[in-house]
């Protein structure tokens, strides 16, 4: 998966949350990356700071940082990342990040209210069930026969002799 021109989006340091094309493999443990379009600058970065994308652009081995700015505007990579399940749950987090005190508190509020609901909801569907499971339990009650008295009578008769004994 590791290969000139795939985009990748960076981890840890100060570049975190934005994404950048790889340009070069320098070893086994660091790439050096260039993001123009996303304000990433050429620099290495290790494997274990980087994410890799889906996304590839195709780009020669170690090209200058113009013709990757070229390129990724061609492709339109960073409308096509915006898109993404990975770029939405960073804009959501950055959001909660940004919420001031008082934003904070009305969220909190609002959770209540909905696990409130969803709660008042739930038990009222569990007491429905209930009691159509009890009304299906006695329509489907069972006849006594004869066979039932039988094993009524012979319990009854066990005790009896258990009292006696």
Not at 22 to 27: G, L, Q, R, T
Not at 68 to 92: C, R, Y
Not at 109 to 120: D, G, P, T, Y
Not at 137 to 153: H, I, Q, S, Y
């Amino acid at each position: 998966m590791v290969e000139i021109g795939r985009v990748v989006l960076v981890r840890r340091g100060p570049e975190t949350g934005k994404i950048c094309a790889i340009v070069d493999v320098i070893d086994q443990n660091r790439v050096l990356v260039d993001g123009p379009s996303s304000g990433v600058k050429r620099q290495p970065l290790m494997f274990k700071d980087i994410r890799l994308t889906g996304f590839v652009i195709k780009i020669p081995h170690g090209c200058r940082t113009s013709f990757v700015k070229k390129v990724w505007d061609a492709d339109d990579i960073n409308t096509k990342f915006a898109a993404t399940p990975k770029a939405k749950q960073l804009q959501a987090i950055e959001k909660r990040a940004a919420l001031t005190d008082l934003e904070r508190f009305r969220l909190y509020q609002l959770k209540q209210k909905v696990n409130r609901a969803v709660r008042s909801t739930l038990s009222k569907l569990k007491i429905e069930a209930r009691k159509s499971k009890s009304k299906k339990a006695k329509a489907v009650k069972k006849p006594k026969t004869a066979l039932n008295k039988k094993k009524k009578e012979k319990r009854l008769a066990k005790k009896a002799a258990a009292q006696k004994a």
